[in-house]
């Protein structure tokens, strides 16, 4: 195992949690806006 | 003065205990913006009554759909170019400065079209979404992916999934964008496409610029914890490296090449006449008056594709970490034969709902060829200089986006000369398809092991990984 593995202390865990919540929302927000938005334009082909 | 620059690749190694997740967003902000690409037809009508102001009766000197359309090939093809003669500098300079040099030209690309619309010259619209943007296409697309597999070794296709599904997700918000701000600022300039342009190429920059700055490359003694590099597939998964220069003189790297060029080729077969092949296949005068596909329907399943394109690359990307690549290539092409040999007669006896379910996961293997190819890449020619060899692999994507609408063209015109119509006016196209597909999967079981000629003698420094 390298010794730079990836452990985190608790305070490092808690901060990177928010991290990385923060950033898929900064790109999954948009993308599920276009998936919403391409979804409904796909109903069309079932009605 | 240059050590001390934020973007030099020194500056973005992780520190000890830095989530690896946090790369993948990253590497979407930038796939998602470029990813725009996709959607450029929503320009083509609006482009294409600047001066009459109705798209139903352009005036003479309103650009035709084929200068329009020539903006797009530009960028596609400008995609592999600069992907292929950027990817060493790329590897040298590390991912962040790559991304910052992808978001200028993208967005700057913008900005020049916007000057060539209100200048209503065709040739600045070339230069600035074509040309300009075309590079920032190229350099965005492989600018995360050494990155990724560096951070994700243990699970090199789900990563590379992740991002490249950007891409295809990028049209997704694209279109509807561009489709909100023309309405916004249709009042005050000619469809409201130059004001358009301005602000999305604003946009997109910012938003590039998320991944920028959020980039990070592992420390060259990184691993994941617990990480044993994989021998399940050991053959085809070198512990070596071989350089870009060396790798195209090798011939896994030409099998990848037609590999990816029959996989895209067939794809775009399908994209490229979606609309007008569902129409015309399930039309009123097959299905009975009134239950025809209409314009909106055949929208709903363009719509319908792009989503599976994008579902597919994460699915069959991150599937490839299990199954290996070489057997998942097998699986696009061995699966695609029989289902693009079976939508002809699909269409002849009018089974809609199986002839979409045939088409979607037809794109999905598509969209999954893209996100797979990194991977294969890194498996067969080790980390070393990865991204520079995918850089030259997507030649054959704009090889193919030649090739595919052109086989496309020629033999649904030559169809429609002899008489036919509906499913039959496309009967070859699909056949022709699937027998592009047999090169596609004799490619691929030709691949083998890397001889050992290639491989870099002693240690490398994996130049993207940092150090």
């Known amino acids: ?47 | 003065m240059a050590e001390f620059s934020l973007l030099d690749r020194s500056r973005t190694i992780a520190p000890p205990g830095y989530n690896r997740w946090l790369v993948p967003p990253a590497a979407l902000a930038i796939h998602l913006a470029i990813g725009q690409a996709y959607a450029f037809s929503v320009f083509n009508k609006p482009l294409g009554s600047l001066i009459s102001g109705d798209p139903a009766a352009p005036a003479p000197t309103d650009w035709t759909p084929t200068q329009i359309g020539f903006t797009f090939s530009i960028a596609i093809v400008l995609l592999g170019l600069s992907a292929a003669l950027f990817g060493k500098w790329l590897e040298r300079v590390g991912p962040r400065k790559a991304m910052l040099a992808s978001a200028l030209c993208f967005g700057g690309g913008f900005l020049i079209a916007s000057l060539g619309v209100s200048l209503h010259n065709i040739w600045l619209v070339y230069f600035g979404y074509g040309f300009v943007g075309g590079i920032g296409l190229g350099i965005g697309y492989i600018s995360p992916v050494s990155t990724l597999i560096k951070w994700f070794p243990d699970r090199k296709g789900v990563a590379t999934g992740m991002a490249i599904m950007g891409f295809g997700g990028g049209a997704m918000i694209g279109s509807p964008l561009a489709v909100a701000l023309m309405n916004h600022f249709k009042a005050s300039a000619p469809q409201g496409v130059a004001p358009t342009l301005i602000c999305m190429g604003i946009i997109y920059f910012l938003f590039m610029q998320f991944g920028v700055w959020t980039i990070r490359v592992p420390a060259d003694s990184w691993a994941p914890a617990g990480y044993v590099p994989n021998q399940e597939h050991s053959a085809l998964i070198t512990t070596a490296n071989v350089s870009a220069d060396n790798a195209i003189k090798t011939p896994q790297f030409w099998l990848l090449w037609v590999v990816l060029l029959t996989n895209v080729t067939a794809g775009i077969g399908v994209l490229e006449t979606a609309s007008p092949l569902i129409q015309d296949t399930f039309s009123d005068k097959a299905m009975g008056a009134g239950l025809g596909v209409t314009a909106a329907a055949a929208a709903g399943f363009v719509g319908l594709l792009s989503l599976f394109n994008l579902l597919g690359r994460f699915f069959w990307s991150s599937a490839s970490d299990k199954l290996g690549r070489k057997v998942t290539y097998a699986i696009y092409f061995g699966l695609g034969i029989l289902l693009y040999a079976s939508i002809p007669t699909l269409g002849h006896n009018l089974q809609l709902t199986l002839y979409v379910v045939v088409a979607c996961v037809i794109i999905s293997m598509y969209g999954g060829g893209f996100a797979t190819a990194p991977a294969y890449l890194s498996d067969l020619f080790g980390k070393y200089q990865v991204g520079a060899i995918h850089g030259r692999l997507l030649t054959a994507w704009s090889t193919a986006g030649v090739l595919g609408p052109l086989i496309v063209h020629v033999l649904h015109d030559s169809a429609k000369e002899r008489g036919l119509a509906g499913a039959a006016a496309y009967q070859n196209v699909f056949y022709t398809m699937a027998g592009v597909l047999v090169v596609g999967l004799l490619a691929d079981l030709a691949v083998t092991a890397v001889n050992e000629k290639y491989h870099e003698k002693g240690p490398v420094v994996v130049e993207a990984g940092g150090h």
Do not use: D, H
Not at chain 1, 4 to 32: F, K, Q, R
């Open chain 1, 1 to 47: 195992m390298s010794p730079n593995s990836n452990y985190n202390t608790a305070g490092e865990a808690t901060s990177s949690t928010g991290s990385l919540v923060l950033a898929w929302l900064v790109v999954g927000i948009p993308l599920a806006w276009g998936v919403s938005q391409t979804f409904i334009k796909a109903l069309a082909l079932f009605k």
